[in-house]
């Protein structure tokens, strides 16, 4: 069956630092996949999206890498701040559905 | 520019109750699905429309129905509300599906406890 896992439910950074969360699948073939944050209380809000011929796409300090041979797409926050702090979500559109991972948890420490 | 609007924020409803759930869109954006959130289970796709009068089943979507009357409004219906309801309910619009023509606009989400 299809499966997308991300690495830790929790992650904990110091700030300034870069934080990296990873999203594997397994059984898909995604066409483009995508990348969200959501605050408590609140609807995910959408932040890059990266096609399954990109290798990488960066936005301010937002940097996405796709790598469809390793099923895997990392997500680099740089220079994080304790904003930063917010449960990160990536998604696998294929098809005519969008699939979520269940979240990464990052808190960034001041 | 609302974006996409949720009605009601909060509901409880008694098992074996009905209820509708409202989702509205002002972007003109032709595909339209909804989703549940449970703790530890992610995001997971009810039921989701491509166009007016168009609709298709997501992973989860017994005990639920849509329709697609306009390009706007796109309504979530539990049929006879269950405890495993539960759950918080988010609406999502995108311009054109499949595309990679960019992400989602998600409403601020519907808390529903059946009990």
């Known amino acids: 069956s299809q499966k997308i896992e991300q690495n830790s439910e929790a992650l904990n950074i110091q700030e300034g630092k870069t934080a990296t969360l990873t999203c594997n699948y397994t059984?898909?073939?995604?066409?483009?996949l995508q990348w969200y944050r959501q605050d408590p209380g609140r609807g995910p809000v959408f932040l890059l999206l990266i096609r399954e011929n990109e290798k990488e796409k960066r936005k301010e300090r937002l940097k996405v890498t796709f790598d469809t041979t390793l099923k895997q797409s990392l997500f680099h926050i740089t220079a994080s701040q304790p904003a930063d702090s917010a449960t990160y979500l990536c998604?696998?559109?294929?098809?005519?559905?969008?699939?979520f991972g269940s979240g990464t948890q990052l808190t960034v420490l001041p | 520019n609302a974006g996409v609007t949720q009605t009601p924020k909060f509901q409880v409803l008694k098992t074996g109750q009905s209820m509708t759930l409202q989702c509205a869109q002002d972007m003109n954006h032709e595909y339209m699905s909804w989703y549940r959130q449970d703790p530890g289970m992610g995001l997971r796709l009810i039921h989701y429309s491509v166009g007016a009068g168009i609709t298709d089943q997501g992973e989860v979507p017994n005990g639920y129905n849509v329709s697609r009357s306009t390009t706007e409004d796109f309504p979530l219906r539990l049929l006879s509300a269950a405890p495993s309801q539960t759950s918080v309910y988010f609406c999502a619009s995108s311009v054109e599906f499949g595309q990679g023509a960019g992400g989602y606009t998600f409403g601020s989400g519907t808390r529903l406890t059946v009990v």
């Open positions: 998604a696998l559109e294929r098809g005519r559905q969008l699939t």
């Open positions: 059984n898909y073939s995604p066409a483009y």
